[in-house]
């Protein structure tokens, strides 16, 4: 998810026009409010325009971080609120700190005034590296934390003449370390919507067992060192299911729709009877795998859901039970509330159109206890489900290491959470939740701008605990995981917050605090030996692409968006090669583009204007897709990847240019390279056409060759098409 999908590589560039607020607009009263509630008042556009966010934004933005600025009056006593909050405050409650480096902290208190301190490390024992002296510029004491302060979340405690202040000090290192295994040689791995690669032992839809062999096969059979797949967080518990991975009902936990029934330990202890019912279900989807046509997930849930029930029923022995308890313990009480939300959706109804629950009903009312108490085994039951998908993902995560990847899984964050899904209901303080949603303003590609419907993180709240919910997830995902792709990363920074009712063009950045986010992500991938990258395409100002470099994030790198200085307009002349960062994964495409195969002949014009989804003439359309592929060929010719006669024919030499591309990708200095599996096998369809939910079948599209012919996992790296993309992301290696 960019700002702006399809062809998204603009970035501002042209910041050298950037404009400023006028002293007079700087002077108003609710501009001064919202620049220190946090808000941006003015910003860059795509096209370096400068924009300024209007009134009405800036009021109900506000509103949803509980700052009134409904009247002059109002925006007077909230800022005389901020003001005092802000002078009785004695540090501020999450400190983030350089390991290596002395840390400086100036206290809100006189210079004369005795201050004790007190840091608690993550362990439990003390750190006695600290230092309090009076800074006589400022009045201030100064508080130095020591540069021998270890990596991690620890916690600070200050006393001055009988006020407390209490903070959380993210120590992470300044930057994260290249794998040794990455730094010595560029890797390379495949991407894949995991759903799309089916077995005969699936259940119409990709899951973890899947997931295991791709990752073996594509490190033995292809050399590969990682795959990146699509998010994997948590869905609805029954159907209807939401289609998209990136609209997730929690983003803490996994997606249990993708356990495979037959990898569970019990399943092999089954009763004849209760394994016959078993493989009955499995039997009644398990012709969908040979179907090319979009996949029903729907029925594959309803025939695996019943089979899991009977497996969690039929018990487990006293080892195994030790270890769904101890998963119990160390997931905490967010486990228990998703679960708790599982029990309602399931009883009460899907929490959505005329049904309340929801809003009505808060985690902690009577009814919802009630609800768990009679309906223990089910709550329980999805507990297990947990359970049972962190075990595949770890076991898949650990045959990919053991078969020689250098990261193995790389898992895709997803930006946010479904308004209505369980991390907002059971957590509402963390999110600024029912008047606003995250999106983008208005681009190059979407005049009118975006609206993903996702409530936003509340950056007070995260900031008042620490980062805590964001430590967990990211630490939750490293736990299977060599690496992780942050979707829209400057949502570290900021995000356009859309107020209802104004529509996606009139919201208004909030900022965060991207400073303690990235030293969770570098404690996090440190502690896990992985990485972290960040999808940076789009509207990304050069200044955030600076600080994730210095912190080891590597940027995104798409061909296809890849002009000379960054050009929005297409049918400019692409980079050569060795222009591309180093600190980057590049790849030929991504998943809101057609497979190579169909962006070369012009499938999302068809595709776009079927689904009239075009706001220009199709002939207009079609002449910059033309112009693109065009100055994609010249590059291509320019560099002597292919010759000029395949140039001027290119649907005769499809998958010659296809593995053109994939040879200049290895000629970047970028320390990771991607190859799509659709590109592997010839795949023409699009996975996701970015602007449509039903009108076109989205995330539901399985992995199919050039003739329509599916693919299944166990076929997918002996395809002699596959192997000689693979040959061509080797070619420096041989």
């Not at 905490?332 to 049904?355: I, M, Q, R, Y």
């Not at 992985?530 to 590597?554: C, K, N, S």
């Not at 929005?568 to 497979?595: F, I, M, W």
Request: charged residues 20%.
């Amino acid at each position: 998810m960019t700002d702006g999908h399809g062809n998204e590589a603009a970035t501002s560039t042209l910041e050298h026009h950037q404009r400023t607020e006028s002293a007079q607009r700087l002077a108003r009263p609710l501009i001064k409010l919202a620049k220190a509630s946090g808000l941006a008042t003015s910003f860059i556009d795509q096209l370096g325009t400068y924009t300024e966010i209007s009134d009405a934004a800036l009021v109900a933005v506000l509103k949803a971080l509980d700052v009134d600025a409904s009247s002059d009056e109002a925006i007077a006593r909230s800022m005389a609120d901020l003001e005092e909050a802000e002078s009785k405050r004695l540090l501020n409650p999450t400190v983030v700190a350089v390991t290596g480096t002395s840390t400086s902290i100036q206290l809100n208190c006189p210079a004369d005034e005795d201050v004790t301190v007190t840091v608690t490390l993550e362990d439990g024992s003390p750190f006695d590296g600290c230092t309090v002296l009076p800074d006589l510029n400022s009045g201030h004491p100064v508080l130095t934390l020591g540069a021998d302060l270890p990596m991690g979340y620890h916690t600070l405690d200050v006393t001055a003449d009988g006020r407390a202040g209490h903070a959380t000090i993210i120590a992470a290192p300044a930057r994260i370390p290249v794998p040794e295994a990455v730094a010595e040689q560029q890797r390379w791995g495949w991407m894949t919507q995991m759903y799309s690669v089916r077995s005969h032992d699936s259940w119409g839809v990709g899951d973890y067992g899947d997931l295991k062999r791709l990752l073996i096969d594509a490190a033995h059979e292809s050399g590969a060192d990682f795959m990146l797949i699509n998010p994997i967080h948590a869905g609805a518990p029954i159907t209807p299911l939401e289609p998209s991975p990136y609209l997730p009902e929690s983003r803490r936990f996994l997606n249990v729709t993708y356990i495979r029934p037959q990898d569970i330990p019990e399943y092999g202890t089954l009763p004849d009877d209760v394994r016959a019912r078993v493989d009955e279900l499995h039997a009644s989807v398990a012709a969908r795998n040979d179907e090319s046509t979009p996949m029903d997930i729907n029925a594959a849930w309803e025939a695996k859901r019943p089979a899991l029930r009977l497996i969690f029923e039929a018990g487990r022995n006293a080892k195994r039970e030790l270890e769904f308890e101890r998963f119990k313990a160390l997931a905490g009480p967010d486990l228990d509330s998703f679960a708790t939300w599982c029990v309602c959706f399931e009883v009460w109804g899907a929490p959505w159109g005329e049904n309340r629950w929801f809003f009505d009903k808060r985690i902690d009312a009577p009814e919802v206890t009630a609800l768990v108490e009679t309906h223990h085994d089910l709550f329980e039951f999805n507990r297990w489900l947990q359970w049972i998908a962190a075990e595949q993902v770890t076991e898949a995560q650990h045959a990919a290491t053991e078969s020689g990847m250098a990261l193995g899984l790389m898992q895709d964050m997803a930006v946010g959470v479904h308004g209505l899904g369980a991390d907002a209901w059971a957590n509402p303080e963390r999110f600024a939740t029912g008047s606003v949603t995250v999106g983008c303003p208005p681009d190059f590609y979407n005049q009118q701008g975006q609206d993903w419907g996702q409530p936003p993180f509340n950056p007070r709240y995260l900031e008042a605990t620490g980062y805590q919910v964001y430590r967990e997830m990211v630490h939750a995902m490293y736990e299977h995981a060599g690496a992780v792709r942050i979707d829209h990363v400057l949502g570290l920074f900021r995000l356009w917050w859309i107020p209802q009712g104004l529509g996606a063009k009139n919201g208004a950045y909030v900022m965060y605090n991207h400073e303690a986010m990235l030293g969770v992500l570098s404690i996090e991938a440190t502690r896990a030996g992985g990485m972290v990258i960040g999808e940076d395409l789009g509207t990304v100002p050069d200044y955030v692409r600076r600080i994730l470099a210095d912190h080891g994030v590597l940027g995104t790198d798409v061909e296809w968006f890849a002009r000379v200085d960054d050009s929005p307009n297409a049918g400019d002349p692409y980079k050569k090669p060795s222009e591309y960062r180093r600190q980057a994964l590049a790849s030929v495409t991504t998943h809101d583009l057609p497979p190579t195969a169909g962006y070369l002949g012009f499938e999302h014009v068809k595709l776009r204007e079927e689904l009239h989804l075009l706001s220009e003439p199709v002939e207009q359309f079609a002449a910059s897709a033309l112009a693109e592929r065009t100055a994609m060929m010249d590059r291509l010719v320019e560099s002597g990847y292919i010759t000029a006669a395949a140039a001027e024919n290119v649907p005769g030499h499809i998958q010659q240019i296809v593995e053109a591309m994939h040879a200049m990708l290895t000629d970047t200095p970028s320390l990771l390279l991607q190859a799509a599996l659709v590109d592997g096998v010839g795949e023409t369809r699009s996975q996701n056409q970015p602007g449509t939910s039903t009108e076109y079948s989205n995330w539901r599209v399985p992995l199919a060759d050039e003739h329509g012919h599916v693919v299944h996992t166990d076929e997918v790296f002996a395809l002699p098409r596959v192997r000689s993309l693979a040959a061509v992301m080797q070619r420096k290696r041989r």
